[in-house]
């Protein structure tokens, strides 16, 4: 059913090996043997502790023997098990190394595997630290096993820069998080909007000045002939996809807070890629003067960068203008070098679809690799004005102001995997790669190799230190101190049992501890756990606040060395996706939003702590937008504050809006310190929205609201925005190569809920010369607009269902007493019946004031067509997924009720009513139901045909004012 939570589909079996699949780095397989061999028994919690110690023991006997992945041994042969001994939260586990160890016989993932082993199948919710200690020879001194590492040396002007409290056995001073900065109040729901960002620019916010470098672990692995992903398929999701789907909501939160974003797996959803640089033929032009760099560090696939000298006004540009393969939304990302002779803002201009968005980047401070700009929407082909990437000399207002800019190369789209490893590429995406070949595509010509491949080591080792090292590459030391930039890496845990839950900060005790990172990683751990707990309320499972918010162990990831002493680091492992209650809550946008959304914040609490930085958080989105034509044909956009308090952002002290003409790409936004808005149109059919501003930067947008306005009266159409759902039921599943009976599902809010479909609607309705106003759901639930100003009302909801409600008890009875004066009503979704009649959600609202009865669920069809003699004859229709499409898995089968008739039926695979009409009453009403989205309607000429169908059926006729009284702003 619609709305029924599904059960995995995994094999027990699968489950089994799945579920103890290390949380960093490697390869599960190991596990394999291990399960399998009768020596080794898992001991329960409650077990004496010697009983614990002795299967630790036991266990580690045979780390030397498993086989990980391509051949590769989980410890060095012939290494043997001395003792393990457990105590006051700590595990200690010491090894014997052959004596005739060869050199770099000892890798990172090796290291991260033994930890990860021990942590997860030996896993205490008293486990705190996990101490690792070896030597080489029965008559050695033990000694940490990060010590048997091979050293990474910086290779040119980027030499180890270590802050002169950090020590190499231990962290540096480590003040506890300020628990008191933590929100821990009520609030009924949370609201993730969508997820893009906003195209004033980057904001001035609490992160301004800051860099944040991502990590995000695992993805697609040569190993010796073959590619592999580094962790199973299990309970509907695969760690190596949901670490790049959780950065995705990340970055944006960082983006919006000010802060300079560097991604070490790319950003976005898009397989094109175009990259332009200095010497691309035709794609690069330059007005002014540029000099010529003799510089040896430019991007590797491109030559020398120019420069020119920053003025005060622009006099002089470099333009870079791909020929874009396919029309959509493209990451946007530059390389340049760095340099102290640079400015401290240099202008980046992107040219794109809705207009012209200004981002600064401060090379003084990074440079060297990709640094994203942001997700903008491009046509196919060539065109500067609306498709390319301008760098202006145009000085910043503040800061240094004097100095020199850089052009080098940009790149649109991230591109399908490129990189043979001597068997050919991988065939996915580069998202899906791991970060060690997105690193290996983005280093400069001067950059050394061993950053993503060192000699000896296999690509798996080579990943875990990939992204720190990259990021300590990009940095440039530029007076900010030690704690201006960040690194945070995002995995997802598991254990041996299944049992645990909740996020973990990670703490390293291999290659050096940053200093404060015990600091940081309490703090991104409870900042989740905080604002989670709250946010359940809405959500299918309670959130698990764990009782200890850290855990310390061997991660090379956050290690000093990788991280080369010049910024904190740690990792968060979001929750346990080896558990049903945590799979599921990691499988739905609403909590990877608030994760995303917690160490954005977490972050702003560090530096605030550490670097007295600001402390606002940035707002949540504006409430209750509505969109109408006034009198004077301008148009009016409104909407209510954001709410505030729990784990709500600040307050609102400004707004920002924005426009589009085609509800995709918009404009840089203009600010407003009301909440409303009068604008004046540029096209007949123009689409809003409006986010919130404060210090610490802005919102997420609200949903899209859309005005047609043309010579005449007020508009007499009202679309409603009703479809507010989004959660795990509509993910996209995606998994090449499986091979059990299982989806691995994205968290993609583009294929989910992009709170945009006044867009389909508005296109048909302005096709159909009507003109039109739009609000949404709770506008109208809070008296926001009055449904009698309009001679006919259009409902959108989509998947909309039982948990969100499909028409709630005030909206049912507000929907009644309109069509009870003479109304009519639109009102299209999936769920409609399944809500209200099969889950008792209004079952006399659906029979008696939508004259509709509820046959069945699933039609299992995505095709219909008109039925004969009614007002959608000689219409079909397909809805099948694709394109901006999501999926209506389950469209109602519907019939009439009390005057209802047929006038469309489900065709091809499906049977059964697909669409009601009802007239009657007095005075006359009109009604008409589908039982599937109507934006989900394929062809744009389709829906035309039954927009106009439907607004001739309730007799609105063009531009007609039926109705004199004026429409009132309440």
Known sequence: MSSVISVSKATMGFLLLGSIAGAHSGDHRFIEAMLLDSAYKSVPESAAIEVYEEAVITAAMRFSDLVVGDGERLLPPNTVCDDAGYKDGVLTVRFTFPSSLEEGAVSDIMVENVSALLQQTFFRDDLTEIRILVRTGFLDDYRSIADYLPSFEPQGDKAVSKPESWEYEGPGP?????????????????????????????????????????????????????????????LSMN??????????????????????????????????????HTGSPGGYSTTGTWGQSSDVNYWNGGSNYQFADAAPTETA??????????????????????????????????????????????????????????????????????????????????????????????????????????????????????????????????????????????????????????????????????????????????????????SVGLITNSGGRPVNQAAFAALVSDQLDADAVIEDAAWEHNWVDRV????????????????????????????????????????????????????YRAIVRYFQQFDGGLSTFLPEP??????????????????????????????????????????????????????????????????????????????????????????????????????????????????????????????????????????????????????????????????????????????ILGEESTGDETFGSSEQTRVTEYLNGGGRLFASGAEIGWDLEAQGGGVTFLNDTLHTDYVADDAGSYTAAGDAGNIFQGISINFAPGGRNYDAEFPDVLQGFAGGIPAMSYTGTGSGGAGIT?????????????????????????????????????????????????????
């Open 622 to 795: 504006p409430q209750r937008v509505r969109a109408r034509k006034t009198a004077s044909g301008q148009a009016n956009v409104a909407w209510a504050p954001p709410p505030t308090g729990a784990a709500n952002g600040g307050a609102a002290t400004g707004y920002r809006l924005y426009r589009s003409l085609d509800g995709l790409a918009f404009d840089t936004g203009i600010a407003v310190n009301e909440t409303n808005y009068n604008i004046s149109l540029r096209n007949s059919v123009e689409y809003f929205r409006v986010a919130a501003t404060n210090a610490g930067g802005e919102s997420m947008p609200s949903e899209t609201m859309a005005v047609r306005s043309t010579t005449g009266p007020l508009s007499r159409v009202l679309v409603v925005n009703g479809y507010d759902r989004i959660d795990r039921f509509n993910n996209e599943e995606e998994f090449p190569a499986n091979s059990v009976d299982d989806e691995n599902e994205r968290v993609r809010n583009t294929r989910n809920n992009e709170y945009n479909y006044t867009l389909e609607h508005g296109e048909a309705i302005a096709n159909a010369n009507r003109d039109f106003d739009s609000c949404s759901n709770e506008a109208i639930i809070n008296d926001d607009v009055n449904l009698d100003h309009y001679s006919a009302v259009v409902w």
């Open 239 to 276: 760690e190596d996809y949901g670490n790049i789907d959780q950065i995705n909501y990340f970055a944006h939160y960082l983006f919006n807070a000010g802060a300079t974003v560097v991604a070490m797996r790319p950003l976005g959803v898009q397989d094109n890629e175009v990259i332009i």
């Open 317 to 502: 540009t470099a333009t870079f203008t791909p020929n874009i393969p396919e029309a959509g939304s493209y990451p946007v990302y530059c390389w340049a070098n760095y340099g102290s002779n640079r400015v401290s803002g240099q202008l980046y201009r992107i040219r794109h679809r809705g207009g012209e968005t200004p981002i600064r980047i401060n090379h003084r401070r990074v440079g060297r690799g990709w640094v994203w700009l942001g997700n903008y929407h491009f046509d196919a082909g060539t065109n500067p004005a609306s498709g390319s990437v301008v760098i202006s000399n145009e000085a910043p207002p503040v800061g240094v102001t004097t100095g020199v800019v850089i052009a080098d190369a940009i790149r649109f789209g991230n591109g399908m995997g490129d990189i043979d490893r001597g068997f050919g590429v991988s065939g996915f995406e580069k998202e899906a790669e791991a970060s060690r070949y997105w690193v290996q595509g983005m280093i400069g010509n001067a950059t050394s190799s061993g950053i993503y491949d060192r000699s000896g080591l296999g690509d798996g080792s080579d990943n875990v230190g990939t992204p720190s090292r990259m990021a300590a590459e990009m940095r440039n030391e530029d007076s900010q101190g030690y704690n201006g930039d960040i690194y945070l890496g995002w995995h997802s845990n598991a254990t041996a049992n299944g049992t645990a839950r909740g």
């Open 174 to 234: 480590q003040p506890p998080p300020d628990y008191s900065q933590i929100y821990r109040y009520g609030q009924d729901k949370n609201v993730a909007g969508q997820g893009n960002v906003g195209a004033s620019g980057m904001p001035a916010g609490a992160l301004a000045g800051r860099t944040v470098f991502i990590g995000a672990g695992h993805g697609w692995t040569a190993g010796t002939s073959s590619w592999g992903l580094q962790r199973p398929l299990l």
């Open 548 to 599: 200890s918010a850290t855990i310390e162990s061997a991660y090379g990831e956050i290690s000093n060395n990788n991280l080369n002493g010049e910024m904190c680091g740690t990792i968060i492992e979001v929750a346990f996706h080896d558990n049903v209650a945590d799979a599921e809550l990691l499988r739905d946008p609403k909590v990877r939003n608030v994760a995303g959304r917690a160490c």
């Open 918 to 970: 009802y007239v009657g009453g007095f005075p006359e009403r009109k009604v008409v139901v589908l039982g599937f989205p109507f934006e989900l309607i394929t062809s744009s000429l389709a829906r035309d045909e039954v927009m106009t169908a439907i607004l001739d059926f309730f007799d609105v006729e063009e531009q007609a004012d039926t109705k004199p009284e004026v429409w009132m702003m309440k």
